[in-house]
């Protein structure tokens, strides 16, 4: 983009507003960094300049700055969205809340940390160790992702089954809105029933309500006692048929799926022994006091649905080592070629069936899926591998991406269970949610940003 007489003139004013470099970044090849996310099909721009926020009076005078001069605003942290969501608009105001990366405070007594939107995910749970405490929201991408992205998508992840979604462990939020003015959501209490919930509200909201600056959220006592079970199955069908009898009669920390596509990737990239012949591997996580009778169980219920091998640990580092086969899913999977990675989400009981059409899918489009994630919450991401410069395949990708959408609302899902909509999920949204309720979800989104500025064509 060549900034004309107009963008030059405003572009100065931003940098006097930012007291000068290298806050405001204008260099085409240096904004490229900040440009897109993990998604490799979501389009993306131009953008006319990279603000690289370090406070919340930078946050507000960029947004002040955009609305006096009509330029959309597209916030993002770590760039580890999936959807598109953070990806540049042409001409629009980059807003990175990455470099606000303060861990406020820690405060025990209350068992809540304040953090700034760029503190990593794991950098966080760390902290709270040093407390006897843990922050127990846990996408997978921990050591990647921010709690700012974490909010902004309502981040699911691996504990959900268990400990909730991100939404059930913030507090508390500091927010900018479109026009600059900041307002404080949610409390230290417990128990807050005064007005409507703008809190729930802001989260999941992708950027387009307003830009978090700080959150309060809910750390939990660290654990002391875990069991992890690794099983293998000789079909997708019969794990998934042991997940739904594991979440009617338990409730473990984790439940992790990954077929033998992903097992072959992880062991290709890792070499960590995992058994490559199976159909599925399923790696269950009880914890607590009850953690090894409970796994005990998991064990009797696995190898009831036909489970082959069966490992069970309650060394909590063995076990850790077999969440990291886990965690190496997608990047193992990005080694194989482009990836596009869905996000669906069913009815537990609606699993055998999903995994089963998956396979139909990849057959009927002649490509390659590797399906893995978090079983006993019903959310999946198969993930279609491809060659991005071979249009044939793009195209049979972007089909099969498509059939995998519209299979889950057959059975009764969601088009995204924790990634979000961002700009990727967008033209599918409507066949999920009805006429009238996308409408009042536009009508709160005007709201709060009147001109429609934060993160156009995004979220809803």
């Known amino acids: 983009m060549v900034a004309t007489g107009a963008d030059t003139r405003a572009l100065e004013e931003l940098r006097q507003l930012l007291e000068g470099d290298p806050r405001v970044v204008v260099d ?19 953008p006319l300049a990279v603000v690289r926020a370090r406070s919340v009076d930078d946050v507000v005078a960029a947004l002040q700055w955009a609305q006096r001069h009509g330029v959309a605003v597209v916030t993002r942290g770590a760039g580890t969205g999936l959807t598109g969501g953070a990806n540049a608009l042409a001409g629009c105001l980059v807003l990175s809340v990455a470099e606000m990366d303060r861990i406020v405070s820690i405060d025990p007594a209350r068992r809540l940390a304040t953090v700034q939107p760029g503190v990593i995910n794991g950098a966080l749970d760390r902290a709270a160790a040093a407390h006897g405490l843990r922050y127990a929201p846990d996408p997978g991408s921990r050591a990647t992702c921010t709690i700012g992205g974490n909010i902004a998508t309502n981040a699911g992840g691996m504990a959900c089954c268990k400990y909730g979604v991100t939404a059930d462990h913030v507090a508390a939020l500091t927010v900018v809105l479109a026009d600059g003015e900041v307002v404080r959501l949610g409390g230290a209490t417990r128990k807050n029933v005064a007005g409507l919930d703008l809190l729930r509200l802001m989260i999941g909201s992708e950027g387009t309500l307003g830009v978090i600056v700080e959150a309060s959220v ?51 990239m890792a ?28 064990e009797r219920i696995a190898r009831g649905h036909g489970a082959g091998e069966v490992y069970r640990t309650d060394d909590l580092a063995e076990g850790e080592e077999f969440m990291a086969a886990r965690r190496l ?34 057959v009927d489009e002649h490509v390659t899926i590797g399906t893995f994630g978090h079983a006993a919450d019903g959310n999946l991401h198969p993930t279609i591998v491809f060659d991005a410069t071979d249009p044939d395949q793009r195209r049979r990708a972007e089909t099969a991406f ?30 999920q949610v009805g006429r009238r309720e996308l409408d009042l979800m536009r009508k709160v989104r005007a709201v709060f940003d009147p001109e429609g500025r934060l993160n156009p064509g995004r979220g809803c």
């Open 271 to 298: 070499g960590m022994g995992l058994d490559t012949s199976a159909e599925a591997l399923l790696l269950v996580v009880c914890d607590g006091s009850s953690a090894a009778a409970e796994a005990e169980q998991v």
């Open 329 to 362: 899913a997608l990047p193992a999977l990005e080694r194989q070629g482009s990836i596009l990675l869905d996000d669906v989400g069913v009815p537990p009981d609606a699993l055998p069936a999903m995994v089963v059409a998956i396979e139909q899918i990849a």
């Open 218 to 268: 809910r750390l939990l006592p660290a654990v002391t006692a875990a069991s992890t079970v690794a099983a293998s199955f000789a079909s997708l069908g019969a794990a998934m048929e042991a997940v739904v009898e594991i979440g009617g009669r338990l409730t473990p920390a984790a439940v992790e799926l990954m077929d033998r596509t992903t097992v072959a990737a992880v062991e290709q």
């Open 402 to 431: 498509e059939r995998i959408l519209h299979t889950a609302l057959a059975h009764g899902g969601t088009i995204t269970g924790e990634h979000g909509v961002g700009a990727l999920k967008l033209p599918f949204l409507a066949h």
């Open 28 to 46: 085409p090849d240096l904004m490229a960094a900040w440009s897109r996310d993990q998604s490799p099909i979501a389009p993306d721009a131009a």
